[in-house]
């Protein structure tokens, strides 16, 4: 190494043979550099050193710049012992910030997307879904859900798979099911398509296993978990931008139709909110055609403006 500045090699120069006090300024600018107890013993170390070559030397301006180059050496020497634990330890402490921070993927009303999860699952959101999971998995792969989720787990039996709405855990290793969860909503429906599936509603509930075909009915009101068999083509047709009602409270098909078109529809009448209904749309028909349809049924007017439908009882 060489220096550049003439000016700062004589300083250090009129240092190494200055007075006392000057010698003691010297020391004192070394004792200044402080990066870490090792490198600080290892630093004491090569001062003595450097010092006992200075008292040897201190007469002979021929080595002078080597003092100073043994002086440049140690700083080099221990910048590069700290660096590399700090670089290996800012590598480490990355990894560990990363795996603890939260990804949160949102749809809006009216959208559809896919999720790839770290360990390669794969889940496709409704509109008006929230899905939050960890960027890193550990022993757990724990994700959560507030809306509608078809999940297509990848199999590994070490480490379960457990998906939480609300007080309701779903836990399994390998499989393809549905979770219809939105927080607004009464209950809580996980179907499964494939495999095996635990779910768990909670305390005061009770755990039932399910075999493909089957659902678990979680009714938040009263922490009850009940288990039926459903149509699962039925329940994952939204993915393929279908709709099966079977039976089913006009409130409920409303909702399922804002979260699909991104409308608002009113429905001012309580009789007719409960009035259950039965019908499938598997054409493409759009939000207005729909509306046509349910119209249709002697009980119940129509009026829209734009994005805004209002659904009100014939008298």
């Not at 560990?96 to 699952?121: C, E, F, H, I, R």
Request: with cysteine; proline share 3%.
């Amino acid at each position: 190494m060489q220096f550049q500045n003439a000016r700062k090699e004589s300083e250090i120069l009129e240092l190494i043979e200055g007075t006392e006090r000057d010698r003691r300024r010297l020391s004192e600018l070394l004792d200044g550099i402080c990066v870490g107890a090792e490198v600080d013993a290892m630093a004491d170390g090569m001062r003595e050193q450097v010092w006992a070559d200075v008292r040897m030397r201190i007469r002979r301006r021929g080595l002078r710049l080597r003092i100073a180059r043994y002086a440049a050496a140690a700083v080099v020497a221990a910048c590069a012992v700290c660096g590399s634990w700090l670089l290996g330890g800012f590598h480490t402490e990355n990894r560990l910030v990363a795996a603890a921070q939260p990804v949160s993927v949102s749809t809006p009303l009216g959208v559809k997307s896919d999720v790839v999860l770290p360990d390669g699952s794969r889940v496709r959101l409704n509109g008006g879904t929230r899905i939050v999971y960890p960027a890193l998995f550990g022993d757990e792969r724990r994700v959560e859900v507030d809306g509608e989720a078809y999940f297509e787990v990848e199999h590994d039996a070490r480490k379960p798979f457990v998906v939480v709405t609300g007080q309701v855990a779903s836990t399994v290793l390998g499989t393809t099911f549905n979770v219809h969860a939105y927080s607004e909503d009464e209950d809580f429906q996980i179907t499964l398509a494939t495999g095996s599936l635990l779910v768990d509603g909670g305390p005061g509930s009770r755990c039932v296993r399910l075999r493909p075909g089957e659902q678990a009915f979680f009714e938040k009101s009263f922490g009850l978990l009940s288990l039926r068999r459903v149509n699962v083509e039925h329940v994952l047709s939204w993915c393929e931008d279908k709709l099966y009602f079977q039976a089913e409270p006009l409130e409920a098909i409303a909702r399922s139709l804002e979260r699909q078109f991104n409308v608002d529809i009113l429905i001012a009448d309580e009789q007719l909110r409960k009035t259950c209904f039965t019908g499938e749309f598997v054409d493409g028909e759009n939000i207005h055609e729909i509306m046509r349809i349910i119209s249709a049924d002697s009980r119940i007017l129509c009026r829209s403006h734009k994005n805004r439908f209002e659904l009100y009882r014939n008298r």
